[in-house]
């Protein structure tokens, strides 16, 4: 089994930055990463998708938060992170992340943390 813990939510005001931290734990078992993805849902919203960067380190950005978040791996310590910057109140959201691969090479899995919030309010 993997376990994802998000860190680092909180409340901000408008133009602000926070940067969210996501650790992986597959100590239990054998997990080849495809992506990690960082995700977001409001209250009776769809969950939406908010950046990814693959196992090579290819970044992709939701239509509405590139240029003003950024995505990043550390490999070595299974962890990735997503540095918001410019928060607006329409970030406000809980904010997920998801880990796709393969586990011992045969099942391919996702797994979910359990979500951190992000306030953007005065």
């Known amino acids: 089994q993997v376990q994802l813990v998000e860190s680092g939510g909180g409340l901000v005001q408008p133009g602000g930055s926070l940067t969210l931290s996501c650790v992986m734990d597959?100590?239990?078992?054998?997990?080849?990463?495809?992506?990690m993805y960082w995700y977001r849902q409001g209250a009776g919203e769809e969950r939406e998708m908010v950046a990814s960067i693959t196992s090579s380190g290819s970044a992709f950005y939701g239509w509405n938060t590139q240029g003003r978040f950024t995505i990043s791996r550390d490999s070595t310590k299974n962890t990735v992170f997503l540095r918001m910057n410019s928060l607006k109140p329409e970030d406000t959201n809980v904010y997920y992340c998801?880990?796709?691969?393969?586990?011992?090479?045969?099942?391919?899995?996702?797994?979910w943390g359990q979500g951190t919030q992000v306030t953007v309010s005065s």
């Open positions: 597959a100590s239990g078992t054998i997990f080849n990463v495809d992506a």
């Open positions: 998801n880990v796709e691969g393969y586990e011992r090479g045969i099942y391919k899995r996702t797994f």
